[in-house]
């Protein structure tokens, strides 16, 4: 099925030219091996990439609008799966001030680390082994009402429409931790983006971590979390190496970008002739 599917990728005008093995493998765990909803949901993902390039395609993990998302904020993919062969990432604030928060640039660094991450194997002990499912933690801790306003409602959509329709691997629980008693405003203003289904998976843990340990492994978590991953500085230190050893891939168009028609086939259609 991986063969014929590769081969129909290759030749489908509406996808970019290349595909690394292990992003096909995940798409085609995602739909539990139905060939024909796998290409449904690839042909989505490269539509919505190319619909949004400033996202998804015109991008650098080494420039400045990078930089300055890493240097206030960790994306990070924690190491290892659960129990139930999740991958957990976290997210979370190292700088309160709000003016340094830049809501599309860090929304393209988060696909970077996430595109980074799809060609990694999950477990490289264990390389026939993919995560099947995706676990995020976002700390909410020094979030305020001046971050939730410096939102782009057009990313705010463009992101959560990507994670609800296109991402390669099934999303199955969001935890917000540290959550804020202002909780209900925040909530207010991202809710109308998000399906009932998505907003099912979501829980709020407002009193403590323990009740996160009931869901996420505690050892999977950095150890300024409770756990024994490693520190954040550590594992802020993989990421970027990892990011660095991807960027060629990243920055690629061969792997991402649509080409129109007309350059694609070399000459232009019409409808008439």
Same mark, same amino acid.
């Given at each position: 099925?991986?063969?014929?599917?590769?081969?129909? /990728?290759?030749?489908?005008?509406k996808?970019?030219?290349?595909?690394e093995?292990?992003?096909?493998?995940?798409? +085609?765990?995602?739909?539990f091996?139905?060939v024909?909803?796998?290409?449904?949901?690839?042909?989505?993902? +490269?539509?919505?990439r190319?619909?949004?390039?400033?996202?998804?395609?015109?991008?650098?993990p080494?420039?400045?609008?990078?930089?300055?998302?890493?240097d +206030?904020?960790?994306?990070?993919p924690?190491?290892?799966?659960?129990?139930?062969?999740?991958?957990?990432?976290? +997210?979370? /604030?190292r700088?309160?001030e709000? =003016?340094?928060?830049?809501?599309?640039?860090?929304?393209?660094?988060?696909?970077?680390?996430?595109?980074?991450?799809?060609v990694?194997?999950?477990?490289p002990?264990?390389?026939?082994?993919? =995560?099947?499912?995706?676990?995020?933690?976002?700390?909410?801790?020094?979030?305020?009402m001046?971050?939730?306003?410096?939102?782009?409602?057009?990313?705010?959509?463009?992101? %959560?429409?990507?994670?609800?329709?296109?991402f390669?691997?099934?999303?199955?629980?969001?935890?917000?931790?540290?959550?804020?008693?202002?909780?209900?405003?925040?909530?207010?203003?991202v809710?109308? /983006?998000? =399906?009932?289904?998505?907003?099912?998976? %979501?829980?709020?843990?407002?009193? =403590?971590?323990?009740?996160?340990?009931? /869901?996420?492994?505690?050892?999977?978590?950095?150890?300024e979390?409770?756990g024994?991953?490693?520190?954040?500085?550590?594992?802020?230190?993989?990421?970027?190496?990892?990011?660095v050893?991807?960027?060629?891939?990243?920055?690629?168009?061969?792997?991402?970008?649509?080409?129109?028609?007309?350059?694609?086939?070399?000459?232009?259609w019409?409808?008439?002739?």
């Amino acid at each position: 099925d991986l063969k014929a599917l590769l081969e129909w /990728f290759q030749a489908n005008e509406k996808l970019p030219q290349e595909i690394e093995p292990l992003l096909l493998r995940r798409f +085609y765990q995602c739909m539990f091996g139905d060939v024909e909803e796998t290409k449904k949901l690839i042909e989505v993902n +490269y539509a919505l990439r190319n619909r949004h390039p400033h996202l998804f395609i015109q991008r650098d993990p080494l420039d400045d609008d990078s930089r300055r998302t890493f240097d +206030y904020a960790d994306i990070l993919p924690l190491p290892g799966l659960t129990p139930e062969k999740y991958k957990v990432s976290l +997210y979370c /604030f190292r700088d309160f001030e709000p =003016s340094k928060m830049h809501h599309t640039e860090d929304t393209r660094a988060f696909f970077m680390v996430s595109d980074c991450r799809f060609v990694t194997l999950d477990d490289p002990a264990h390389p026939e082994i993919l =995560s099947e499912g995706e676990v995020q933690i976002f700390d909410m801790k020094g979030t305020t009402m001046r971050h939730i306003s410096r939102l782009t409602i057009s990313t705010l959509r463009a992101y %959560i429409k990507f994670l609800q329709l296109a991402f390669p691997v099934r999303l199955r629980a969001i935890h917000m931790v540290n959550c804020p008693t202002y909780l209900d405003r925040i909530v207010s203003v991202v809710k109308p /983006f998000i =399906s009932d289904e998505v907003f099912k998976l %979501i829980r709020f843990h407002t009193v =403590s971590m323990d009740s996160l340990y009931e /869901f996420v492994p505690r050892q999977m978590l950095p150890e300024e979390y409770g756990g024994s991953a490693g520190s954040l500085v550590n594992l802020r230190a993989e990421t970027h190496k990892a990011l660095v050893e991807h960027r060629a891939y990243l920055m690629n168009p061969n792997q991402w970008l649509v080409a129109k028609p007309e350059k694609r086939n070399g000459h232009s259609w019409r409808f008439f002739k």
